[in-house]
C-alpha cells in the first residue's frame, strides 16, 4: 500500500522520535530536540509524514516566514524495511511542494550514497563541502535546490 503523505500532529511525535533512533541510532535527535521542533510547527518548521498506518517516513523543513530567506531541509528519513520503494520521493515531491520560489539548502554526509542519490534526483546540486565536518572525519556537501520554471 502507498502511504499517504500529511502533515505531523503532536501525536506523532513518539512515532517519529522512535523512528528517528531506528534511522539514526546514536545521532538521532533527543526527545527534547523533537519537542522543540514540534513547538515550532506554528512558526517556521514543517513536519510531514509517510503514513500507513503507522508513521513509516518524515522530513523536517525550516521554512523561515520571509519568503526571501532559504528553506533548510532539516532530516528526511524511512524506515529501513520500507526503503527503495518510494517513499522518500514521495516525502521530498510534497516538501518541495511547499517550496515554490524558493532556494532550499541542506547538508549532508559525503557518503550518504543513498540520500545524495534521492536529492539529485529532485535537482539539488552540490555547491560546496565542509572538510572532516562529521565525527570521524567524514566530509559534508552541501546541495542547494531551485525551482526550475
Ligand atoms: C535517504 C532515504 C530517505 C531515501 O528513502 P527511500 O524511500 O529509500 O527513497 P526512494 O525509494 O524514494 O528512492 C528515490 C531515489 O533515491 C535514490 N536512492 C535511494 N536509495 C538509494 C541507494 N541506496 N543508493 C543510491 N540511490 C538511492 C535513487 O535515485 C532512488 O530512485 P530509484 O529507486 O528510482 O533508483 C533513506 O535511504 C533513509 O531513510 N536513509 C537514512 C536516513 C538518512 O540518511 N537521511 C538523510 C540525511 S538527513
Known amino acids: 500500500m502507498r502511504p499517504g503523505i500529511r502533515p505531523a500532529v503532536v501525536d506523532d511525535l513518539q512515532g517519529i522520535a522512535a523512528l528517528d533512533e531506528v534511522c539514526f541510532g546514536q545521532e538521532a535527535w533527543s526527545d527534547t530536540a523533537w519537542l522543540g521542533e514540534f513547538d515550532r510547527l506554528n512558526e517556521d518548521r514543517v513536519i510531514l509524514v509517510a503514513d500507513e498506518g503507522a508513521v513509516v517516513g518524515y522530513v523536517v523543513l525550516l521554512v523561515p516566514p520571509m519568503t526571501a530567506d ?3 531541509l532539516l532530516r528526511i528519513a524511512v524506515a529501513p524495511e520500507e ?3 518510494g517513499i522518500g520521493g514521495q516525502l521530498m515531491t510534497a516538501a518541495l511542494a511547499r517550496c515554490a520560489g ?3 539548502l541542506l547538508e549532508v554526509a559525503a557518503g ?8 539529485g534526483g ?12 562529521y565525527a ?10 531551485r525551482e526550475t520554471l
Open 70 to 72: 532559504v528553506v533548510e
Open 102 to 104: 524558493r532556494t532550499v
Open 122 to 133: 529532485f535537482g539539488f546540486e552540490e555547491i560546496s563541502r565542509r572538510r572532516g565536518y
Open 136 to 145: 570521524g572525519g567524514e566530509d559534508a556537501v552541501i546541495m542547494r535546490w
Open 112 to 119: 550518504n550514497e543513498s540520500a545524495i542519490g534521492l536529492y
Open 83 to 85: 526503503r527503495r520503494t
